[in-house]
């Protein structure tokens, strides 16, 4: 019978620990496909910003398995701790308080060391042992087997899922109670082989020095048979053949995490019954050999202990674990870590001058209407320093420069002679530089190629003379050749203007000359002017340093 057990036990285990390897990682409880049907409502809200509490998810049913030592706290010494096994399921009410329900079969011994004469009370020891009430009475050893199962239902309280400075924990505490019933039976081994009562007398009169000396002798003596059934109260109600008692429950365990589905368990259970009859006896004695008359019944109750360790399978898919193993402060915490549903303010820069740059970064109050660059300084397209939002003259050629307060240039003469020198010197008095006359240049921010829009507005202004003078070229200069790095951008911006005047203005490709890399000029400067009259050059040039081009 025993090894049928162990198999049995073993055979589980193993359905335990392949079913636990078998499953799924567990999921976020963020996930819909985790939260019931009868709460999507309010996960709904909570995803929407409307309620402020997330539902709480579906959560996996644990089944376990158990075994270890029993023993019960009687009339009568408990002999060495017997076995027992248990099954459960649990299921989770909150993170905090789940039930469980358990069955224990249970199986305890008893043998004492002392002997007793209260026996005579007993109306099942009382005729076997001293039958003629004229003789004196005998010494009995007491002992006895008892068999019990119990069904209870146990409110379990996780003591520290609640964690304030980790995440989670692999070890589980918690405290337990409830209530169960109880079946029990009890036999005494009051006869020999022969069907003849024990005859403790011999035990009795050696006097051994020690326990350990009587309790060898008895064991020597008694053949374990246990085939006289023990007292029971007539009044106490049965279940089948064996009389049945409600009980308290409570203890304390631990489960230790091996994977996400399985755990150990080591828990120590403890058992009130409302009876004293477990260990099959009920009366007390304060008796010598001499005088074996003062007998009482006692008054206390009967109680076991099951110390047990078991394994413990979490069950269910789509699911996060058992909600005692999971901390409800991960969420709110992960949360104010890096949020994913917290509904954020917009933050509110300052900008007191209005120009749309915050005050961090303005390097200018501007007056309030004028356009400014990306530091929040004030346009000023020919750079004659009166800003664009003043300037009446927005493009005044720098031979009429100074101005005065409202931009406006004042030329040596009215008419094109007075040009004429300057215009030799670039190249020739009737050529495309005359034709189209000063053309803008155009301003990059450090180390970008970007056209900003005031760059382009400008280029815009370019492509339309260059549609009224389509015989006419144009020259488009960059500067700076002292690294590689220098080379490449001036090239980079070059390449960036010319391909804005195609792209954008329709200008054909074959109307630029390409140069690159200039002396004498502003790093961050791409000049533009008409081409002189003969003057010829590539208008494509490939990158001198392909692989510090830049797009930005």
Same mark, same amino acid.
């Given at each position: 019978m025993a090894s049928k057990k162990y198999t049995l036990l073993a055979g589980l285990c193993c359905l335990l620990m392949s079913s636990a390897f078998s499953q799924t990682q567990i999921r976020s409880y963020e996930d819909s496909s985790v939260i019931p049907t009868k709460r999507m409502p309010q996960h709904t809200e909570f995803l929407n910003g409307t309620y402020n509490f997330p539902a709480k998810p579906r959560d996996q049913w644990e089944v376990g398995i158990k075994g270890g030592m029993s023993s019960v706290s009687g009339d009568v010494r408990s002999w060495l701790p017997t076995g027992g096994l248990g099954l459960h399921v649990r299921k989770s009410l909150g993170y905090i308080f789940s039930l469980r329900l358990e069955y224990d079969w249970l199986t305890a011994k008893g043998?004492?060391?002392?002997?007793?004469?209260?026996?005579?009370?007993?109306?099942?020891?009382?005729?076997?042992?001293?039958?003629?009430?004229?003789?004196?009475?005998?010494?009995?050893?007491?002992?006895?087997?008892?068999?019990?199962?119990?069904?209870?239902?146990?409110?379990?309280?996780?003591?520290?899922?609640?964690?304030?400075?980790?995440?989670?924990?692999?070890?589980?505490?918690?405290?337990?109670?409830?209530?169960?019933?109880?079946?029990?039976?009890?036999?005494?081994? &009051?006869?020999?082989?022969?069907?003849?009562?024990?005859?403790?007398?011999?035990?009795?009169?050696?006097?051994?020095?020690?326990?350990?000396?009587?309790?060898?002798?008895?064991?020597?003596?008694?053949?374990?048979? !246990?085939?006289?059934?023990?007292?029971?109260?007539?009044?106490?109600?049965?279940?089948?053949?064996?009389?049945?008692?409600?009980?308290? @429950?409570?203890?304390?365990?631990?489960?230790?995490?091996?994977?996400?589905?399985?755990?150990? &368990?080591?828990?120590?259970?403890?058992?009130?019954?409302?009876?004293?009859?477990?260990?099959?006896?009920? !009366?007390?004695?304060?008796?010598?050999?001499?005088?074996?008359?003062?007998? &009482?019944?006692?008054?206390d109750y009967d109680s076991y202990n099951f110390l047990s360790v078991g394994l413990n399978l979490n069950l269910g898919s789509k699911s996060v674990e058992p909600l005692w193993w999971v901390n409800p402060l991960d969420y709110a915490y992960s949360e104010i870590r890096k949020p994913k549903l917290m509904i954020m303010p917009k933050p509110i820069l300052p900008d007191a001058d209005g120009d749309g740059v915050t005050d961090q970064f303005d390097q200018e109050q501007t007056p309030q209407g004028c356009p400014v660059d990306t530091h929040g300084v004030s346009l000023d397209t020919d750079g004659d320093g009166v800003p664009d939002c003043k300037d009446k003259e927005k493009i005044t050629p720098t031979i009429c420069q100074p101005v005065d307060a409202d931009g406006v240039g004042k030329c040596p003469c009215p008419d094109s002679s007075c040009f004429t020198p300057y215009m030799n010197r670039m190249g020739g008095g009737n050529d495309c530089s005359?034709?189209?006359?000063?053309?803008?240049?155009?301003?990059?921010?450090?180390?970008?190629?970007?056209?900003?829009?005031?760059?382009?507005?400008?280029?815009?202004?370019?492509?339309?003379?260059?549609?009224?003078?389509?015989?006419?070229?144009?020259? @488009?200069?960059?500067?700076?050749?002292?690294?590689?790095?220098?080379?490449?951008?001036? !090239?980079?911006?070059?390449?960036?203007?010319?391909?804005?005047?195609?792209?954008?203005?329709?200008?054909?490709?074959?109307?630029?000359?390409?140069?690159?890399?200039?002396?004498?000029?502003?790093?961050?400067?791409?000049?533009?002017?008409?081409? &002189?009259?003969?003057?010829?050059g590539p208008n494509t040039v490939p990158a001198p340093h392909p692989n510090l081009r830049k797009t930005k």
């Open positions: 043998l004492n060391f002392a002997g007793s004469q209260g026996y005579v009370r007993n109306p099942v020891l009382q005729p076997i042992y001293a039958p003629n009430p004229n003789v004196a009475v005998p010494v009995v050893f007491y002992n006895y087997k008892t068999s019990i199962s119990e069904l209870g239902l146990h409110g379990v309280f996780t003591l520290n899922n609640i964690r304030f400075h980790k995440s989670k924990t692999g070890i589980n505490f918690y405290g337990f109670g409830g209530i169960g019933g109880v079946v029990y039976n009890t036999k005494y081994n &009051a006869l020999n082989a022969s069907g003849q009562p024990y005859d403790y007398s011999s035990i009795a009169s050696a006097n051994y020095s020690n326990r350990k000396d009587t309790k060898k002798a008895l064991k020597n003596l008694l053949d374990g048979s !246990w085939e006289t059934q023990a007292e029971t109260d007539p009044l106490q109600p049965k279940l089948g053949s064996h009389p049945f008692k409600p009980a308290l @429950v409570f203890g304390a365990g631990m489960q230790i995490k091996l994977t996400t589905k399985l755990n150990l &368990a080591i828990e120590d259970k403890f058992t009130s019954v409302k009876t004293d009859l477990l260990d099959g006896q009920q !009366w007390q004695e304060n008796f010598s050999f001499t005088n074996p008359s003062g007998v &009482a019944q006692s008054r005359t034709k189209l006359g000063a053309l803008p240049s155009c301003t990059f921010t450090a180390k970008s190629v970007t056209l900003s829009k005031d760059a382009q507005s400008l280029l815009a202004t370019v492509g339309s003379r260059m549609r009224n003078n389509p015989e006419c070229k144009v020259v @488009v200069i960059g500067y700076c050749n002292s690294t590689k790095q220098e080379q490449q951008l001036s !090239w980079d911006r070059v390449n960036a203007v010319i391909n804005y005047l195609v792209e954008k203005e329709g200008i054909s490709a074959d109307r630029f000359i390409f140069q690159y890399g200039q002396d004498g000029g502003d790093c961050n400067t791409v000049d533009l002017r008409g081409a &002189a009259q003969g003057e010829e």
